[in-house]
């Protein structure tokens, strides 16, 4: 079963910078793409941001300029790199992965979340 451990959150004032960080285990398959989504309070899970294996990133408008994401496949990793940060980018950040299994069966797995909280 796939695991994902985040790490990188925390307390940040607005304009500072944060770097999450996701790690993937226990693959029997492959990773087709990795992803970043967070959910405020009394808010939506949203997508932040996506990289597949093939094709350009995505980003959410809001943090296009801001946010980075980055992937690492031999470390099964992917990161997101958050500059300028502001209060309404508070939220816990989950990361995503999608996997195909050796059988051939796809499905989506979840990290546990981290915190971020922006303010001042």
């Known amino acids: 079963q796939v695991q994902l451990v985040e790490s990188g959150g925390g307390l940040v004032q607005p304009g500072g910078s944060l770097r999450l960080s996701c790690t993937a285990s226990?693959?029997?398959?492959?990773?087709?793409?990795m992803a970043w989504y967070r959910q405020a309070p009394g808010r939506q899970r949203e997508l932040v941001a996506r990289k597949a294996n093939n094709g350009d990133p995505y980003l959410l408008d809001s943090v296009t300029g801001r946010f980075t994401i980055s992937r690492d496949n031999v470390k099964n990793s992917v990161y997101l790199r958050m500059n300028s940060l502001k209060p309404e980018d508070t939220a816990v950040y989950y990361c995503n992965a999608d996997v195909v299994l050796t059988n051939g069966r796809a499905y989506a797995a979840w990290g546990q979340g981290t915190r971020v909280t922006v303010s001042s």
């Open positions: 226990g693959i029997t398959g492959s990773i087709t793409a």
